[in-house]
Structure formats: C-alpha cells, structure tokens
C-alpha cells in the first residue's frame, strides 16, 4: 500500500501538459486491431488501463509496437484477430471490458475476459442485453450479470437498441458488434454521452451517422462493414486529467496555470461550463477544431460527425467560486469530473446540487459513498442523495486521512483538496492513480512553489 502527504499549497504557477486522453487512447487500440494495415497513435496514454487494452490485442495476436514515442498497432482486419490461448485480463477497465464485448460478440471464436475484484463486481447486463439481443452469446460466468464474461461465436443483427443509460460504452459495445452484423444497427440513448467511437470510426472507414432529438435523446447509426483501415491519430490531452489542475488553479489562492492541448470535445467538457457557471476565470487560446458541431456553449446537433477532436490550451486563474446546479445532459458530458467538482463545490461559497447522477454508484467505486466519505471526513456539509448530492460549500476543509477504496479519481481529486486545506491530508493507496494519470504526483510536484 503507497501513502502520499499533501500539505497545503502556496500559489500554483507554471504550464503543464496533460497525458493523452484515456478515452481515444483505448479507442486507437481497438480499432487499429481490427483495422487492415498500422496505426499510427501518438501521445497514447500509458495508464494501466490502456496497457490492459494492448495486453488483450497482443494475446488475441496483434503485433503492437513502439517507435520513436508513437505506438504502432498492426492491424489484422475485422476477421484478423486469433483466438486468445488464456483468459483475456481487463483489469480495472471498464471501456476495455464493455466495447472489447462488442468486437468479441462478431468472432469466430471463445474467449473469456476478467479483471480484479471492482471490473469484476461492475455491471455487464447493460452490455449484455443488447449484444445477446444482436444473437450475441454472452454469458456470465457466474451468472450475476458481472465479470467474468465468456464470450462464444454467434451470428449478429441489426437492431435498434433504446438504452436506457446514457452510456458511451453502451452505445460503442452496440456500434462495433454492428460492424460485424447482418444489417444496420443503431442506438437510441436519453442524451449524447462521449462521441470519440462515432468520430473515430468514421475516420477508419466506417458508415456511421448520428443525430440529436427535439427532446435531448441521441441516435447513432452504423451499417454492416467490410474492412476499416488504419490511421495516424494524435491523441489530445485528457480533460479528465487537466480537470484536477484547473481546480488546483482555481482553488489555490494567486494561482495561475496553462494547461496546453487538452481535449474539449464537447461530450466531454462539461466541467468547463461547470467551473464557468460557478464564476471561474478561465480563458481559451490556440483552440483547434472548434466548429459549430464543437463549441463549448452550443449545444451542437451534431447530425455531421466532425472528424477531427477539437482541442485548446486552458488558463486559469485562481477565483471565488460559488455554488451551482448540475443534471439533466450535462451529467454525461462531466460523469468522470463529479469527484473534483464535488471538491471545488465544497470550497464554493452557497450550495451545489448535482442530480442526474446515478450512474456515478457503477463506476471505479461507488462515488456518491466514497465522494461523501472522503469530504465528510475533511468537515465538508455534504449530504448524499439517490442520484447526486447537494455540498453546502464554504467553510474551509481540514487535512484528513482519505481512503481512495482503489479508485484513481478520487485519489486525485481528495488530493486537490488536500491543497486548500488547513494541515496535512493523507491519500491511501495512491498508486491507484497509475490507472489514468502515472505522472499526475510528479506534475503536481512541478507547479508547487
Ligand atoms: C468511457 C465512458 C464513461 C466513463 C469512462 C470512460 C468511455 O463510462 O465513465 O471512464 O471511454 O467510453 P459510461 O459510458 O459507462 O458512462
């Protein structure tokens, strides 16, 4: 078990760069394994969860290498992968598991996959349900809906799916067993979570299309596929990692930090419409891909998928925060932020109250218990609810021992907190954060005075 102190900080200065995206990262694996010919991927990211990915393909007989900093994966074609000899070992990863059960489902063969104790206590019906419907054989090895998954050949169709989350790994295990099915398929969800497998896959090749609704639900469509091909792909900076130094920069009194090249794909950049509604100074510069289908503010039918991610350098500057509301759609766009801004809402003055928010009880650990546990434990007001919590912010946090239960979010988002607060915090089990952020301690190091 690793322990690390955090001691209240001075004023952060300084420019920092983020790692890649965890999310495109997984994605570039995936499908340049099952697209003809090498994939190119700079600034993967080297989290645990990404290596869980490689480790897969590598087992299922894809050659993945690295050259001067890029990652080539050499692709075998849709129908290329080989039967793996052992089980497939997903770890902590839940994208790995979900979307690896779609392209799993259009095989000719059986492979099982598991992971440790939390993938194996997540939920799988969800995936489960659509693929089997598709003619999927996906079975739980112990019959709870959990991993391990055995997965067996089986003949796949088109249907159209109306999920009942708004999930991106829902919606992505359903799009890539279409690629392998009889005809179209495609995916109804109550509003637009993360788009990178629709703007990805129509880069390697794919047919895929997707339109928003009048009343906020989103459909993504894809057709029978013969081949995708292989591409270059510059992964941006990963939000989900940028977002635990944009609050260190606006919590800590005279700070002010550039994180450059992060990623602001819309579906993924609710924290920064967040950290603006609760008064944050926060400017944008050198923004690339920002169209009408990418702005941070639109709210972008995004009826054209735009091809490439759009990314900024973000400054911030330390700021008196207030409190805010949070659901409805915007959940999806921050699912992974809630640990952090749970923090920065406990330093804002008035109350916060997130909503919408179930989901955050099937993630890394249960983050309505945990987010409570942690903060109550540093004297925050914060009261727990079936879909969120309502923080009363304000008053200052005290050091505290923290338990991550394993979690990397939320070691790193406690030890945010831990900066702004009075004495030392202590965050168990840190190494938990090598799962999306190796360097994020070492980062954090950098910009402390
Ligand atoms: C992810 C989707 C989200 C997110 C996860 C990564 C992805 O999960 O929480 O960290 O890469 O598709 P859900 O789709 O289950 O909300």
Known sequence: MSVRSIYPGNHLKGEITVPGDKSISHRSVMFGSIALGTTKITNFLKGADCLSTIGCF????????????????HGRGLRGLSAPSETL???????????????LSGQSFTSVMSGDDSLNSRPMGRIMTPLNQMGARIRSIHDNYCAPLRVEPGELHGIHYQSPVASAQVKSAVLLAGLYADSETSV???????????????????????????????????????????????????????????????????????????GTNPTRAGILKVCEAMGADITYLNCQNMDSNTSLTGNGTA????????????????????????????????????????????????????????????????????????????????????????????????????????????????????????????????????????????TLECILN
């Open 89 to 103: 070992n997903v770890g902590n990863s839940g994208t790995t598991t979900r979307l690896m059960s779609g392209i």
């Open 58 to 73: 590598q087992r299922m007989g894809i050659e993945i290498t690295e050259e001067a900093g890029s990652i080539l994966v």
């Open 188 to 262: 109804t969800e109550p509003a637009l979570s993360r788009d990178h497998t629709e703007r990805m896959l129509k880069s390697f090749g794919a047919e895929i299309s997707s339109a928003i609704h009048e009343d906020g639900c989103a459909t993504a469509c894809i057709r029978p596929c013969r081949e995708l091909y292989g591409q270059t792909i510059q992964v941006p900076g990963d939000i989900s990692s940028a977002a635990y130094f944009i609050a260190a920069g606006l919590l800590v009194p005279g700070s002010e930090l550039l994180i450059k090249n992060v």
């Open 303 to 442: 009826a054209s998928i735009a091809p490439g991610e759009p990314t900024a350098d973000i400054l911030v500057r330390y700021s008196q925060l207030h409190g805010t509301a949070i659901g409805g759609s915007l959940i999806p766009t921050l699912i992974d932020e809630i640990p952090i801004i749970a923090v920065m809402a406990a330093c804002a003055k008035g109350t916060t109250v997130i909503r919408d928010a179930a989901e955050l009880k099937v993630k890394e650990t249960n983050r309505i218990d945990t987010v409570t546990e942690n903060l109550r434990a540093m004297g925050a007001d914060i009261t727990p609810t079936e879909d969120g919590m309502i923080i009363a912010g304000g008053s200052p946090l005290k050091g505290a021992y923290i338990k991550s239960y394993l979690d990397h979010r939320i070691a790193m988002a406690f030890a945010i907190a831990g900066l702004t607060a009075e004495g030392e915090t202590t965050i168990e089990d840190s190494q938990c954060v090598d799962v999306s952020y190796p360097e994020f301690f070492a």
